[in-house]
């Protein structure tokens, strides 16, 4: 028997089949591992779409920082937020300014405060408290303008109903009293007090006589006596503010004293202190500036004029114009 070779054709359909059943073989197997590997991944149902199908590669988006803008000023509106969402939403605001904001003011401190303020004090005869109105001097009286700036200031003093008395004597124990309530803070003493033998220690103007006495404005009389209830004539109360003031007296004495019509009822002893206290401007006369009347008892109208004078000599008080003030003669 004759081994004839085999058919070319033959053995080459042979082989295209051995290999397709290869190749099926491969897909089945690789099927079921994928099938395999689909259900070991998944725990939940049939998903052979997302089991065949590759699934895009997720991307995480970073989250935003909030960031703080500042908000347009032209397209700003009002907020609608709530109270506890405002407290945490923190937004610096450009259009506020700080120095725009309404300041608290400082409150002012009181004058009893600890801090030094400076002060101004003017002089005390700028400073006038209002004049006390008494019922018995007119408007018109002669003498109002001295008597309202006196008692004003209590160097002189009216009475419990409201009358001032002007017309009425001053004693020497009353004159005591103003002079200290005009110028014994200012005066030091320069003599020794008297005990007067008529002045007992619970006399109400004995203070009064004391420092009266020790200033140089009274004397006493012989054998120590005061005569605190006698009646002051004008010519001792000129005295007394000429030789308490401690004012020089002028060298043309006799020239001075022409000028009153009654200047031969001065007393000797008063003659160059009566010349002191014209030359000076202490001297007020009325109704007639050229009638002294040396010896006449002093009212408290002239007592009050002449004290004015004696006052805005030392610079106390502001000058009165009165046609009866005595003016030095040229």
Do not use: C, H
């Not at 908000?71 to 969402?85: F, I, L």
């Not at 006390?132 to 109903?161: M, Q």
Request: charged share 20%; glycine share 4%; proline share 12%.
């Amino acid at each position: 028997m004759t081994n004839t070779p085999p058919d070319p054709k033959s053995s080459q359909t042979n082989a295209l089949d051995f290999d397709e059943f290869i190749g099926i073989l491969v897909a089945f197997v690789t099927i079921g591992a994928i099938l395999f590997w689909s259900f070991s991944r998944k725990e939940s149902g049939w998903n052979f779409n997302s089991s065949l199908l590759p699934s895009p590669t997720p991307t995480t988006s970073p989250t935003p920082l909030a960031i703080p803008t500042p908000p347009d000023v032209g397209t700003r509106q009002t907020p609608s937020a709530s109270p506890q969402e405002n407290l945490s939403r923190v937004t610096p605001s450009p259009t506020v300014n700080p120095n725009n904001l309404p300041q608290e003011q400082a409150p002012v401190p009181p004058l009893t405060s600890n801090r030094t303020l400076p002060l101004v004090i003017p002089e005390q005869k700028s400073t006038i408290p209002p004049p006390i109105a008494f019922t018995d001097v007119p408007s018109d009286f002669w003498a109002r303008r001295f008597i309202d700036v006196l008692s004003s200031r209590n160097i002189i003093k009216g009475y419990e109903d409201y009358t001032f008395r002007p017309n009425q004597p001053v004693t020497r124990a009353e004159f005591a009293a103003i002079v200290e309530q005009a110028f014994g803070k200012e005066l030091s003493k320069t003599k020794n007090t008297i005990s007067f033998k008529d002045v007992p220690p619970g006399f109400w103007a004995n203070s009064a006589i004391d420092q009266a006495v020790s200033t140089g404005f009274l004397k006493g009389y012989p054998n120590k006596v005061f005569r605190p209830q006698q009646k002051i004539p004008r010519v001792q109360v000129l005295v007394a503010l000429t030789s308490g003031m401690n004012l020089n007296v002028p060298a043309s004495q006799t020239r001075i004293l022409s000028f009153y019509r009654d200047a031969k009822e001065i007393p000797n002893y008063a003659t160059d202190k009566i010349a002191a206290a014209t030359a000076n401007s202490l001297v007020v006369n009325y109704p007639n500036p050229k009638a002294l009347n040396p010896n006449k008892e002093a009212t408290r109208a002239e007592v009050a004029a002449m004290v004015y004078q004696a006052l805005v000599r030392t610079g106390r008080l502001d000058a009165i114009q009165s046609e009866y003030i005595v003016k030095v003669p040229n």
